[in-house]
């Protein structure tokens, strides 16, 4: 099982970005996903889920910023990021698992590589 990060960069302030994460599960539908960042000295966190049925979750500090979503058909998930701040900036990585409190816990079962998104002030 692969899951392949895309879309991170460099952007300015009040920019955005649209991550991307394919997938080799052949039942990625079955899979609730996930983007973690992880910044410099700081614990990966949480930014942002989706079950496999669709229902989604934000950390606290991108609601209504970012939106995450998925393509089953494509075995793909996205995250969009808007009105970026500098405290974005970190390593973005994409997630999977079969259980949502693995989720949750941090624990997911496969991760993608990470791609690094940093916003400049």
């Known amino acids: 099982v692969q899951l392949q990060a895309s879309g991170g960069g460099l952007v300015q302030a009040g920019g955005s970005l649209r991550l991307s994460c394919a997938g080799s599960?052949?039942?990625?539908?079955?899979?609730?996903m996930a983007w973690f960042r992880q910044a410099p000295g700081k614990q990966r966190e949480l930014v942002a889920g989706?079950?496999?049925?669709?229902?989604?979750a934000y950390e606290d500090s991108v609601k209504g910023r970012f939106t995450i979503a998925r393509d089953n058909a494509k075995s793909t998930m996205y995250l969009q990021m808007n009105s970026l701040k500098p405290e974005d900036t970190a390593v973005y990585y994409c997630?999977?698992?079969?259980?949502?409190?693995?989720?949750?816990?941090?624990?997911?079962?496969?991760w993608g590589q990470g791609t690094q998104v940093t916003v400049s002030s």
């Open positions: 599960i052949r039942t990625f539908s079955r899979y609730h």
């Open positions: 989706i079950t496999s049925g669709g229902s989604t």
């Open positions: 997630a999977a698992d079969s259980r949502w409190d693995s989720v949750l816990r941090r624990e997911c079962e496969y």
